[in-house]
């Protein structure tokens, strides 16, 4: 298993710019997620699934939109890109077990965005 | 919502001695209490969890402490190694476990 993949690992863009980071899972895991680690920070939610089309809002979801179309992809959408949006993304997903979730994060290795 | 507090933000140690992070949280439904590491430019990864019917947990060298009545959760880890050098982050989850919520993190030297 690939586990969790995420596309770029880096990308420049300038301020109003639009982009996707793109999330894919091979675990057939229900639950889906994403984070914003800024410099020195911990992890902040920004979004979450618990299956296909159901999304919802996380800590800091301003500025950004997610879909989930399929239980393997969870693509995070920035509109008009902003500094305060330059950070590192993780995309994470969790197994469910009936009543919930395990609880443990598999996370991908990280996209860094830089905006300009 | 759910506010994870998590000190210190760093903490320097000798190899050998023993580390200790601490973590309050807010929300006393929360019941669900993971510990990531996170090494340089990786990702986090989980190492110890605990859940609330638990009040500590050991895995060789970590160990993590729970008391639900004052909402405050530990790790501790003995004999350390440089390669224990890392950031460490706590988190706290409902039963659902859908919003995972993490503290700000310990950046964790060992000096060997």
């Known amino acids: 298993n690939a586990g969790v993949t995420q596309t770029p690992k880096f990308r420049i863009l300038k301020i109003g710019q639009s982009m996707t980071l793109q999330c894919t899972q091979d675990m057939n895991h229900n639950y889906m997620y994403w984070y914003r680690q800024d410099p020195g920070m911990g992890l902040k939610l920004i979004y979450y699934s618990v299956g296909a089309g159901i999304t919802d809002k996380g800590e800091v979801p301003n500025g950004y939109n997610v879909s989930r179309s399929t239980t393997e992809d969870f693509p995070l959408r920035l509109e008009l890109a902003a500094p305060s949006q330059t950070s590192v993304y993780f995309c994470a997903s969790s197994s469910s077990r009936q009543g919930g979730t395990t609880g443990e994060l598999f996370f991908g290795e990280g996209s860094r965005l830089t905006v300009l | 919502g759910e506010n994870v507090e998590q000190h210190p933000s760093t903490l320097s140690v000798q190899e050998g001695d023993s580390a200790v992070i601490k973590c309050t949280y807010s929300?006393?439904?929360?019941?669900?209490f993971p510990w990531y590491k996170q090494e340089l430019g990786k990702r986090p990864q989980l190492i110890i969890d605990?859940?609330?019917?638990?009040g500590e947990k050991k895995d060789q060298r970590i160990a993590v402490t729970l008391n639900k009545t004052a909402k405050h959760f530990s790790l501790h880890i003995t004999e350390t190694q440089p390669e224990d050098s890392a950031v460490y982050f706590c988190?706290?989850?409902?039963?659902?476990?859908?919003?995972?919520?993490f503290g700000a993190g310990t950046r964790l030297f060992v000096k060997a």
């Open positions: 929300d006393s439904a929360s019941n669900y």
């Open positions: 605990i859940r609330s019917n638990v």
């Open positions: 988190a706290a989850s409902n039963t659902g476990g859908f919003k995972t919520i």
